[in-house]
């Protein structure tokens, strides 16, 4: 379930692009009307500014908990790709990086709301910087409290597959007429397969909670492929009887997206400082070397 928040914000983008494309933010707070909180709903001491952050010597960030290779705790130890970026942006700015690990919430803004902007309803705090936010215009325009920015990578749709069973090629969508797949429950990969062709692959899916329960299952051969996330499938891939790529997704257009950095919208100088740090960080290599590290293809974005 840890990619539901995710699936919402793409399944929004899906419909929106099937209309007139992206639409003004006026336009997008009338169909958004109950996501939008008025500005007199709001805490305005959340968080601390610049030169709070700089006098107290650290900075925390949200990241998501148990979410390799990104960000999980090894024995109370921070340890990932977004916690490694999280550190740049700490040392960029002279402090330390302190982490609140999180439990994904039914949705992007939701996270937003909870994480960064005004805090949960009971218990838990806010932090100054979150991780792995999809850059969107949609969502930047329905989380008025919130700037998106520093963005990092380009997160893809990938299919990891038994070479033994696809030894020329990697399989496409319609190979799974024949052949069974697996996949996370609830996720974009789960909706584009069980809708693909009115539902022609239904028979040949198999649904898993975890995209490392799905990659198990492919292992010891119950399913010939698993679709999912690249970043998480090629960490997953420790065996030359796997093979990780990127096919052609038939009839399905929004199969990318980009990953960034969230804070509240009252502390912009933050938010400037984590976008140099980031940008800097991708500039010299040192954000390539992270993901290398951890078995993940790093793709730039397209600034």
């Known amino acids: 379930m840890r990619f539901w928040s995710h699936i919402v914000l793409v399944l929004g983008l899906l419909i929106g692009s099937a209309q007139a494309g992206w639409a003004r933010c006026e336009d997008l707070a009338k169909g958004y009307g109950d996501v939008i909180p008025k500005r007199s709903d709001t805490r305005i001491d959340v968080g601390q500014d610049f030169d709070t952050i700089l006098e107290r010597g650290f900075l925390t960030f949200a990241v998501y908990e148990n979410f390799a290779p990104f960000s999980w705790e090894d024995g109370g130890k921070p340890m990932g790709i977004d916690i490694e970026i999280a550190r740049i942006i700490a040392a960029d700015i002279g402090v330390e990086a302190r982490f609140n690990f999180v439990a994904a919430d039914e949705s992007v803004d939701a996270d937003l709301r909870n994480q960064i902007w005004k805090g949960p309803l009971i218990g838990g705090q806010v932090s100054n910087i979150m991780m792995h936010v999809p850059y969107s215009k949609d969502l930047q325009c329905r989380n008025e409290f919130v700037v998106l920015n520093g963005q990092y990578f380009n997160e893809t749709l990938a299919t990891a597959y038994r070479v033994d069973v696809f030894p020329d090629e990697p399989p496409t969508t319609p190979f799974y007429r024949f052949h069974k797949v697996g996949v996370e429950n609830h996720t974009i990969s ?52 796997i093979a990780v790529a990127t096919p052609p997704l038939v009839n399905f257009a929004l ?47 397209d600034y």
């Not at 010891?220 to 690249?230: L, Q, T």
């Open 255 to 301: 199969d990318t997206w980009t990953l960034g950095v969230a804070v509240r919208h009252n502390f912009r100088e933050l938010s400037y400082a984590a976008d140099y740090a980031i940008s800097d960080a991708i500039a010299d290599g040192r954000i390539a070397e992270i993901f290398k590290r951890f078995g993940v293809t790093h793709t730039a974005p």
């Open 190 to 241: 789960d909706f584009y397969l069980s809708n693909f062709n009115g539902g022609m692959l239904l028979s040949n899916i198999r649904h898993y909670p975890e995209h490392e329960d799905a990659f198990a299952a492919m292992e010891a051969g119950e399913v010939d492929a698993v679709m999912g996330v690249k970043s998480v499938l090629e960490y997953l891939d420790q065996s030359d009887e």
